[in-house]
């Protein structure tokens, strides 16, 4: 079945650094990738997603491009900022249209900013 | 426009109790799904629906039920809460299957 597996927190940077959260999938068709964004005691947020191979999405900043060869969809800033501090979610949509209707999550990556 | 809507916010529960969360949106969206996030498991589902009158089962389904009677509510049942269904639930509806899906700001359940 389909998978996300990203890297393991806790990450705790220095304001002004560079970000980096690795994610990769397993996937039977061509899915379509996300990142999203939950803050302290809040919902999960849409960040950004891509839709096909090559595809880069971005906002706030952040950065993700949709890697076919290699099933990855890294996430990335160059300057964090305090109020980046949340947890990180890659998830995938299948679009093979075999019925599957999920969004499939990763774990979920702790990012901790300080000044 | 208030997005997705959950209530409770916070409820304890007895083990062997049962309860109702509700789940609203107001974006005319088609799909709605329960989702349940656990400390280092990421977010589960439980059962979704791809619209009014219609229900699935998700991943973990067992012990739970819903009903999507109107297009813009889905609720979520604990017929006999465990403790194993302490978690954090989450709403999201989405207007279609491989579209962004939008949260609710989720309920916490405790039960004892």
């Known amino acids: 079945g389909d998978s996300v597996t990203q890297m393991e927190g806790p990450v705790t940077l220095s304001e002004e650094a560079f970000l980096t959260i690795n994610c990769t999938y397993t996937?039977?068709?061509?899915?379509?990738l996300f990142w999203y964004v939950q803050y302290p005691g809040e919902g999960l947020q849409l960040l950004l997603k891509?839709?096909?191979?090559?595809d880069k999405g971005s906002n706030k900043g952040f950065e993700a491009t949709y890697r076919k060869e290699t099933t990855s969809f890294h996430l990335e800033k160059g300057s964090v900022q305090v109020s980046d501090s949340a947890v990180y979610f890659c998830?995938?949509?299948?679009?093979?249209?075999?019925?599957?209707?999920?969004?499939?999550f990763g774990k979920g990556t702790k990012l901790s900013v300080i000044p | 426009n208030a997005g997705v809507t959950q209530t409770p916010k916070f409820r304890v529960l007895k083990t062997g109790q049962s309860m109702t969360l509700l789940c609203a949106q107001d974006?005319?969206?088609?799909?709605m799904y329960w989702y349940r996030q656990d400390p280092g498991m990421g977010l589960r589902l439980i059962h979704y629906?791809?619209?009014?009158?219609?229900?699935a089962k998700g991943e973990v389904p067992d012990g739970y039920n819903v009903s999507r009677l109107k297009k813009q509510n889905f609720l979520l049942g604990l017929e006999s809460a465990a403790p194993s269904q302490t978690s954090v639930y989450f709403c999201?509806?989405?207007?279609?299957?491989?579209?962004?899906?939008?949260f609710g700001p989720g309920t916490r359940l405790l039960v004892l």
């Open positions: 998830a995938l949509s299948d679009n093979s249209g075999a019925g599957s209707y999920q969004l499939t």
């Open positions: 629906s791809v619209g009014e009158g219609t229900t």
């Open positions: 974006m005319n969206h088609e799909y």
């Open positions: 999201a509806s989405s207007p279609g299957q491989v579209e962004t899906q939008y």
């Open positions: 996937a039977t068709g061509y899915p379509s």
């Open positions: 891509a839709t096909k191979a090559d």
